[in-house]
């Protein structure tokens, strides 16, 4: 179960990282956008790493407060709370 939790991590920031690039690449071309909802459903997802990876590498919306956001919260919420929430269950 862990290895595909792995798997599954890996694809979603992947593509996070590379969707990022992208959105970047058609905003200097001036062409249509991916939508933000895109990337906060990825952050939310497990992306969130993809997603301020591409933001740093790409300088895509760094300056969004929105996305700092999203990417800050994402993170607590995977690498706090639900490890949190399955130590407890364990425990019970």
């Not at 939310?44 to 300088?59: A, E, P, S, T």
Request: charged letters at 15%.
């Amino acid at each position: 179960m862990l290895y595909f939790f792995l798997i599954y991590l890996a694809v979603v920031n992947i593509t996070a990282y590379f969707l990022m690039g992208e959105d970047k690449k058609r905003a200097k071309n001036k062409q249509w956008r991916i939508e933000e909802l895109v990337f906060f459903t990825l952050c939310f997802i497990g992306g969130f790493i993809g997603v301020h990876l591409g933001m740093q590498h790409f300088q895509h919306k760094t300056q969004h407060w929105q996305f700092k956001l999203a990417v800050s919260l994402s993170a607590v919420l995977f690498l706090i709370i639900l490890p949190l929430l399955f130590w407890f269950r364990l425990k019970s």
